[in-house]
Each structure stands twice: as C-alpha cells, then as structure tokens.
C-alpha cells in the first residue's frame, strides 16, 4: 500500500511537470553544498560496496537558481542508481563546469554501464532496461522520468551516455539565470 501511494504521488508529480504546472520554489542554492550534503548522507550505502564518491568542483560559479528539494531528488535519484549499479571498489564522481551560461554537473560512475538501445528511452516512464532493474532489485522506473521533468521544469537539460563495463555519465545543464 505504501509503495502503491509512493507510485500515485510520483505519477501526480510528473504530470504535473510535464503539463509546465509544477511549483517550483527557486532560490539561489550553492551545488557544491548541496552535493557535498548528498555525498555524506549517502556515504554509508556506498562503503557498504566499498564505493568511493568524489566531488570534483571546476568553476567558483556554483550558485543557481533551482528549487533545492526537486534538485535533491533529481541528484539522489542519480547517486543511488550509480551505488546500485556500481561494483564493489567503484568509483562515483560529481563534477561540476561552467559552460556559457550553463553549470554542468556531472554524475558519472564506473559501474555495469548501460546497452546503447537502451539509452534512447532511458528518461521514459516505467522504463527498465532489463531484467537486473526489476521492482525487486530496482524502483518504480519512475526516478529518471520524474529527473528529466525537474531538470526541464528549471529550463536545463539532461544527457546520459554510457558504455558497457566501464559506466554512465548523466549530464546536467542548469541555467545560471532563469
């Protein structure tokens, strides 16, 4: 029943993003600090695989203008995919750039990687790219299209590539004004 709810809000949310009428509550959030919170509260899952999680920070222009929670989401969401598909001794990297009036930030690890046929339809609801990302082992295959929405719903964008055994990069582009 919990899960079953846990689904309804998820579906609510992202239609509500998707129709552009999702409430953003934007205030100039440091994602330096935002990350380095993420890390540390997710930490522990990792050391569990012995995972280790990196900031790399490329820019003194870290600030932007973002509902913190939905960007927590979408970065948690991110994170702990990356610990769950990563081997044990894994690497995880946050890196953050400036690009035009761009940040990047980057979620990369170096874990399974995904199939390229998979990657066009990653961001769709209920997608699961095989059967080692089941309801059991994985989520709702909700996380990535609710992302999306809350990357788009700030005026970004988001990218994955990835490759076979050595891992996936999500790439966010967040506008320094909007």
Do not use: W
Not at 99 to 118: A, F, H, Q, R, S
Not at 153 to 174: A, D, M, P, R, W
Request: aromatic share 8%.
């Amino acid at each position: 029943l919990i899960r079953l709810n846990q689904i309804v809000e998820d579906l609510r949310v992202l239609s509500l993003a998707e129709a552009g009428k999702l409430k953003l509550n934007k205030t100039p959030t440091n994602m330096v600090d935002l990350s380095c919170r993420l890390i540390s509260s997710l930490e522990p899952l990792a050391e569990e695989k012995n995972i280790s999680m990196t900031l790399d920070v490329q820019t003194n222009e870290t600030t932007v203008f973002v509902d913190e929670n939905r960007m927590k989401q979408v970065f948690l969401n991110l994170l702990t995919n990356a610990i769950r598909y990563t081997p044990e001794q894994g690497m995880i990297y946050i890196r953050l750039f400036k690009t035009d009036d761009n940040l990047k930030i980057i979620v990369e690890d170096t874990g399974i990687g995904i199939e390229p046929e998979y990657l066009p339809h990653l961001f769709d609801r209920f997608y699961r790219t095989d059967n080692a990302r089941d309801r059991y082992s994985g989520g709702t295959g909700l996380g990535l299209a609710i992302a999306k929405q809350y990357v788009l719903s700030h005026g970004g964008k988001i990218e994955v590539k990835s490759i076979i055994n050595q891992g996936t990069s999500f790439i966010i582009y967040l506008p320094y004004l909007n």
